[in-house]
């Protein structure tokens, strides 16, 4: 059994950033990201620090917004516009979830879909369908993709069961993994809250990507022998013995998954750091095509 890692993934990811930030650099471009924070949410406030601090880490430019939970729809419009008219700026990404009086829907077609790293925007998903790769794809499925890619995973003609349908992961993901070309050209099942028999049909796959939300769901009942897991999931789980008092786990049932997969991603440690990395590419990308 192989445990992919994120971290080693995500580092290498992360030079080759650095690699194209000192040619941009050298051609007097430095990339720019705008991370907008709307209110207090804990959670959010940590993912925007570490964005913020990877940016710094790699010489990017980075632009932290903290806007109070009052904001209002138009003051967010306006932050958007000028953030889309700055030139100094490649990428913006407002934090979700914004409070609940923001239509976020509409914020995220307010971006300019040539800056939208997110790859939320309508045009960035049309163009993840139509295979165009000036598109920007959601980073954390973009995240799984590497994995498997680094890991040496076959895709092709693989059969690949996506668990879950957001539009932040499993539909991006499944259109990702029946694209044509390397890290794609499986055959894609998605499976989601109303499938029925779940478990017949992950019994059959060869690479499964869980995107559920539920700690511990995918079991050993689940998977075939020798398949490839990739555990997308992010869960709290109270642990009265741990400083927090709770700890964070994946979708799969690790310890009894594991040792019937050829390779499976641990959470934490998995496609976790993958999903700044990929966010740190696209601001790259997204520089890289605004020069002439
Ligand atoms: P979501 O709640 O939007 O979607 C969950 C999906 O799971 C839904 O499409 C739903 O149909 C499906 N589902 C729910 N119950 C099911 C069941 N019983 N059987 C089959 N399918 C079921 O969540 P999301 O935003 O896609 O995130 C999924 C998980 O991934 C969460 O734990 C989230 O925290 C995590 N996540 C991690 C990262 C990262 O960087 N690693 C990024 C985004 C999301």
């Known amino acids: 059994m192989t445990l992919i890692s994120g971290p080693q993934v995500a580092e290498k990811v992360l030079a080759e950033c650095q690699r194209d930030i000192a040619a941009l650099k050298a051609r007097g471009v430095t990339p720019g990201l705008a991370v907008v924070l709307v209110g207090d949410d804990p959670a959010s406030r940590a993912y925007v620090r570490s964005k913020d601090k990877k940016c710094r880490d790699l010489g990017l430019h980075s632009v932290k917004l903290e806007l109070p939970a009052t904001t209002t729809q138009q003051e967010l419009m306006d932050v958007v516009a000028k953030l889309n008219a700055d030139p100094a700026i490649h990428g913006i990404l407002v934090q979700s979830p914004p409070p609940k009086h923001i239509d976020e829907a509409a914020i995220v077609r307010a971006i300019d879909p040539a800056k939208d790293v997110d790859g939320f925007h309508p045009v960035n998903v049309a163009k993840l ?8 794809v959601p980073c954390t499925p973009l995240g799984c993709q590497r994995l498997l890619m680094d890991a040496g995973i ?8 996506v668990i879950g349908r957001s539009m932040i992961v499993g539909k991006p993901m499944a259109m990702l993994l029946m694209a044509k070309g390397p890290g794609g050209d499986a055959t894609v099942t998605v499976a989601h809250s109303r499938t029925r028999d779940l478990g017949a049909i992950t019994r059959e796959a ?23 897991v990739i555990d997308v999931g992010i869960n709290r789980v109270e642990d009265p013995g741990s400083e ?18 050829r390779a499976i991603t641990p959470v934490p440690g998995g496609v976790g ?3 700044i990395a990929m966010l740190m590419a696209n601001t790259v990308k997204a520089c890289q095509q605004s020069l002439p």
Do not use: N, Q, S
């Not at 769901?217 to 075939?224: G, S, T």
């Not at 927090?244 to 997969?261: I, M, S, T």
């Open 129 to 136: 369908a139509l295979e165009d790769p000036t598109g920007f």
């Open 154 to 161: 076959e895709t092709k003609g693989a059969h690949a069961v």
């Open 206 to 228: 060869d690479i499964i990507i869980a995107a559920i939300g539920r700690p511990h769901f995918l079991k050993a009942e689940h998977v075939k022998e020798g398949a490839v």
């Open 244 to 261: 927090k008092g709770y700890k964070l786990v994946g979708d799969v049932a690790f310890d009894e998954v594991a040792p019937k997969c």
């Open 273 to 275: 750091p993958m999903t």
